[in-house]
Structures are given as C-alpha cells and as structure tokens.
C-alpha cells in the first residue's frame, strides 16, 4: 500500500461540539465567492454533461476531464 501522506490532526465535528466554544476555528471557514452560473445559449443554467467514453478517448479525453473537474468542483454532480 503506497503512502499518500499524512495530515494535521484536527478535532472532529463531535468534539468540537462538546466543547463550549463562541466562534468557529478559521480552519472550517471558507471565503464567500460567488457561484459561476453555467448557462445555455438560451440563457437557462445548464447541468454539465459528460461523456464517460470520450474520458477514456485519446483526441476528447483531456477536454472532457476538464470538464468533469469543473462539474465536480462547481456544481458537485453532473449528467
């Protein structure tokens, strides 16, 4: 089994509730951003779809795990 590394310890969600603390550690504080809107050329949000075989397609692969990472990371789920 490979090493994947290691992360730093942090308490988990339970401990933290046990504790009486008045403000949230940083760590779990994300920045605001707006949310990218992904529209269609009729201005209606579209779902990303994606192509599972033009993932594993030599000339379409690269361009469609781009974007499987943008449906991912933007919207958390994709067609």
Request: charged residues 25%; hydrophobic residues 35%.
């Amino acid at each position: 089994m490979e090493s994947l590394g290691s992360s730093l310890p942090v308490p988990n969600v339970q401990e933290l509730a046990k504790e009486n603390i008045s403000a949230v550690p940083d760590r779990y504080i994300r920045p605001e951003r707006p949310a990218a809107i992904v529209t269609g050329s009729d201005g209606i949000p579209s779902i990303p779809v994606i192509d599972f075989q033009s993932l594993f397609d030599g000339e379409s692969a690269p361009a469609e795990r781009e974007k499987l990472h943008r449906a991912c990371k933007e919207w958390g789920f994709f067609q």
